[in-house]
């Protein structure tokens, strides 16, 4: 398998993490897709990463897709429970980690720009994304194991991808400093060594 992707990118390390976990050997082929050479399209008309492609040729992409694809392998650990509703609470939980990274990207990116053409209502307005939805997984974290009762699986991925991108693009958020059960989950859960070996580096 080789996996198109940055070093930078939290989706790319949600699929990074997976592969880690599951032992599945792959190549890692480093693109960035907001250069002007990417070669990224060639591999997913959306210019987007993570792509994963499979010994067969076949391309998957959209980190959540290829999770999916991944417990086909029947490799241990499965990243969804097999109870059709389980499997609708973690996408939901992942799709809450996933849009605080959406959110912070647009931010990022509106804030990188010239000071005359940001637009600090868009700015407020991706921040507020970011807040609320750190404010509410650090409810749904409180006294929790994993974010959801079926075990580890997609959903820690996720978050703790998320969590780890704020902490490399928006490090003067200071999440935890009101966050002390998102704080705690997410100490225990990035000790796991999938995550030390994804940090995220230019
Ligand atoms: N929903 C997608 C999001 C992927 C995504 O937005 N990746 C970013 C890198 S962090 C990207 O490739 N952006 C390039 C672009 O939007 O043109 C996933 O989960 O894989």
């Not at 650990?77 to 609470?89: H, I, K, N, S, T």
């Not at 940001?118 to 509410?136: C, F, H, S, T, Y």
Request: aromatic share 10%; with cysteine.
């Amino acid at each position: 398998m080789k996996l198109i992707g940055s070093t930078t990118s939290p989706y790319v390390r949600k699929v990074r993490v997976m592969l880690e976990e599951k032992g599945a050997p792959y190549e890692f082929v480093a693109e960035q897709p907001w250069e002007a050479t990417t070669r990224v399209p060639d591999y997913n008309p959306l210019g987007k990463v993570p792509a994963l492609v499979i010994d067969d040729g076949r391309i998957w992409f959209d980190s959540t897709v290829i999770a999916e694809y991944l417990d086909t392998l029947a490799v241990a650990p499965a990243f969804f429970p097999a109870d059709p509703l389980a499997r609708v609470e973690v996408r939901q939980l992942a799709v809450l980690a996933d849009g605080i990274v959406d959110a912070g990207v647009a931010w990022r990116v509106d804030a990188q720009r010239p000071a005359e053409r940001q637009d600090p209502n868009w700015i407020a307005r991706q921040r507020g994304k970011v807040e609320r939805g750190l404010d509410m997984l650090d409810q749904l974290a409180a006294g929790k194991e994993w974010l959801h009762a079926s075990g580890y699986g997609l959903a820690d991925v996720a978050v703790v991808c998320a969590l780890g991108f704020i902490d490399f693009r928006h490090p003067s958020l200071d999440w935890r400093s009101s966050r002390p059960q998102l704080t705690a989950y997410a100490e225990r859960i990035s000790r796991r060594p999938a995550f030390a070996a994804t940090i995220p580096f230019v």
